[in-house]
């Protein structure tokens, strides 16, 4: 399937070439013509997949067949969990209807409304927002959302992790009845079918890319077992390793400036961002690391899902997630779209149990390399039965009905390393 066999106005097919988009990925290749019919859509699908394009395209073409309005006004709203999601969707939104005339906007918490305010005084076609700065607006009567014709919900399940459930219901009640909505998570536990349901019409269509593909076809991933206070060392050890750029997904806040602090003592830059820094610190360091003059981003969950880093090369596990589904979001920041990349993981006594169950959602043993300076210090801490209690976690438990790492926790008895090594996936990382 070719974009020109789709039907799409020209403008966009030029958007699209300029971008160097010669075919429709799968998402797009299934979710395009749906769209394009008009009907309502639960895509199963995290971002990676091309889903941006997959929403974007047939909203832009549908907008673009409107008869034109005297005054410009919000016709498709997009809602997304994080600011980073919301500026990379208002991003790709623009290069894929540049030159067609529609202004898009981004509207999030955690910077000055005015010029967000300024923005929308001047018309805007296609918002993209966060909840919580998207009602204040609203509430203040700076945004009008009477003239929607389409919806967006995007990663829905972050949404509800994040506590976004009550402002999504508010958001509910002061949009049209009459539209087109599109609901997208990553997953689809009971909950989030069940709110996908007071979202989408009854004839909804549904379109699934499977999660685990990222993982199983395109991104290597190797664990190392490290004692929780060799962490560090061994990070330091791998940065001198590895060649290109880091990213590594830490447990805390607190955490994260740690390991920020510890890198740059050995004289290695990095940032970090999580939900303390402000917003203009977490955009600046987003920023660095996508143009290459930051090697090294230190990250919370924050930056799991949604961001787009072309040519990431490796992600690092400081800490193991104990959701399983946070590993493979995490990962999928690297191996995206053609390009394949590296995931290493690091697991400390207290943390075997959440790599039983990622390994469990994944359906693979992530391989374990065996040759490491800190196996010693990783053998000592697993001999003590103190040190296997399952690890603290952040901000955010387990969601009830998950496999919790409790289960699991204890079974491997040994305190050597005892899993074959090597990389079975696309590449091991590319090492210096
Ligand atoms: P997304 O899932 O929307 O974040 O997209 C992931 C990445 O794939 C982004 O870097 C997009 O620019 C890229 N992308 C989306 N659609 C296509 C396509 N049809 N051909 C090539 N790259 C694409």
Redesign the pocket.
Same mark, same amino acid.
């Given at each position: 399937m070719t974009?020109d066999s789709l039907g799409l106005d020209s403008r966009i097919l030029t958007a699209?070439e300029k971008?160097?988009?010669?075919?429709?990925?799968p998402?797009?290749a299934q979710s395009i013509p749906i769209l394009l019919s008009g009907k309502d859509l639960l895509g199963t @699908?995290? *971002?990676?997949?091309?889903?941006?394009? @997959?929403f *974007?395209i047939p909203i832009i073409e549908h907008l673009l067949e409107q008869e034109p309005q005297k005054r410009r006004r919000i016709k498709a709203l997009v809602v997304t969990p994080t600011r980073e999601l919301a500026l990379?969707?208002a991003e790709?939104a623009k290069?894929y209807s540049a030159g067609t005339g529609l202004r898009t906007a981004v509207i999030f918490g955690g910077v000055g409304q005015n010029p967000q305010i300024d923005q929308l005084r001047k018309g805007v076609d296609y918002l993209v927002a966060t909840p919580g700065r998207l009602l204040d607006l609203h509430g203040q009567g700076f945004i009008d959302l009477n003239h929607l014709s389409h919806f967006v919900l995007d990663e829905a399940d972050q949404m509800l992790d994040m506590g976004f459930i009550h402002d999504i219901r508010k958001l509910l009640k002061v949009i049209p009845q009459k539209r087109q909505s599109l609901f997208f998570s990553a997953t689809m536990p009971k909950d989030i079918i069940e709110l996908s349901g007071q979202i989408l019409k009854p004839n909804y269509e549904q379109v699934r890319i499977a999660v685990e593909k990222p993982t199983a076809e395109r991104v290597s991933q190797e664990v190392y077992f490290v004692s929780k206070k060799e962490k560090p060392g061994l990070l330091y050890h791998l940065l001198q390793e590895l060649e290109g750029a880091v990213l590594v997904f830490g447990r805390t806040k607190h955490g994260c400036d740690k390991v920020v602090r510890i890198l740059a003592k050995k004289g290695v830059k990095a940032a970090a961002i999580h939900g303390n820094k402000s917003q203009n610190a977490r955009q600046n360091a987003l920023k660095s690391f996508k143009d290459g003059s930051l090697r090294v981003l230190i990250a919370t969950d924050i930056a799991a899902r949604?961001i787009?880093i072309?040519g990431l090369e490796h992600v690092v596990n400081y800490d193991l997630p104990n959701i399983p589904e946070t590993y493979v979001h995490r990962i999928g920041r690297t191996g995206?779209?053609?390009a394949s990349g590296a995931s290493i993981s690091f697991c400390s006594a207290d943390e075997r149990g959440y790599l039983k169950d990622i390994e469990k959602l994944i359906k693979a043993e992530v391989p374990l390399v065996e040759d490491h300076p800190f196996t010693e210090g990783a053998a000592e801490e697993w001999a003590d039965p103190e040190n296997r209690k399952p690890a603290k976690q952040g901000q955010r438990g387990p969601r009830p009905g998950r496999g919790g790492a409790q289960k699991s926790q204890g079974s491997n008895r040994s305190g050597r390393p005892n899993r074959s090594g090597g990389s079975k996936g696309s590449r091991p990382p590319r090492r210096r």
């Amino acid at each position: 399937m070719t974009f020109d066999s789709l039907g799409l106005d020209s403008r966009i097919l030029t958007a699209l070439e300029k971008q160097g988009y010669t075919q429709p990925t799968p998402i797009q290749a299934q979710s395009i013509p749906i769209l394009l019919s008009g009907k309502d859509l639960l895509g199963t @699908a995290q *971002t990676g997949t091309g889903k941006t394009a @997959a929403f *974007t395209i047939p909203i832009i073409e549908h907008l673009l067949e409107q008869e034109p309005q005297k005054r410009r006004r919000i016709k498709a709203l997009v809602v997304t969990p994080t600011r980073e999601l919301a500026l990379q969707v208002a991003e790709n939104a623009k290069k894929y209807s540049a030159g067609t005339g529609l202004r898009t906007a981004v509207i999030f918490g955690g910077v000055g409304q005015n010029p967000q305010i300024d923005q929308l005084r001047k018309g805007v076609d296609y918002l993209v927002a966060t909840p919580g700065r998207l009602l204040d607006l609203h509430g203040q009567g700076f945004i009008d959302l009477n003239h929607l014709s389409h919806f967006v919900l995007d990663e829905a399940d972050q949404m509800l992790d994040m506590g976004f459930i009550h402002d999504i219901r508010k958001l509910l009640k002061v949009i049209p009845q009459k539209r087109q909505s599109l609901f997208f998570s990553a997953t689809m536990p009971k909950d989030i079918i069940e709110l996908s349901g007071q979202i989408l019409k009854p004839n909804y269509e549904q379109v699934r890319i499977a999660v685990e593909k990222p993982t199983a076809e395109r991104v290597s991933q190797e664990v190392y077992f490290v004692s929780k206070k060799e962490k560090p060392g061994l990070l330091y050890h791998l940065l001198q390793e590895l060649e290109g750029a880091v990213l590594v997904f830490g447990r805390t806040k607190h955490g994260c400036d740690k390991v920020v602090r510890i890198l740059a003592k050995k004289g290695v830059k990095a940032a970090a961002i999580h939900g303390n820094k402000s917003q203009n610190a977490r955009q600046n360091a987003l920023k660095s690391f996508k143009d290459g003059s930051l090697r090294v981003l230190i990250a919370t969950d924050i930056a799991a899902r949604g961001i787009d880093i072309s040519g990431l090369e490796h992600v690092v596990n400081y800490d193991l997630p104990n959701i399983p589904e946070t590993y493979v979001h995490r990962i999928g920041r690297t191996g995206r779209a053609d390009a394949s990349g590296a995931s290493i993981s690091f697991c400390s006594a207290d943390e075997r149990g959440y790599l039983k169950d990622i390994e469990k959602l994944i359906k693979a043993e992530v391989p374990l390399v065996e040759d490491h300076p800190f196996t010693e210090g990783a053998a000592e801490e697993w001999a003590d039965p103190e040190n296997r209690k399952p690890a603290k976690q952040g901000q955010r438990g387990p969601r009830p009905g998950r496999g919790g790492a409790q289960k699991s926790q204890g079974s491997n008895r040994s305190g050597r390393p005892n899993r074959s090594g090597g990389s079975k996936g696309s590449r091991p990382p590319r090492r210096r």
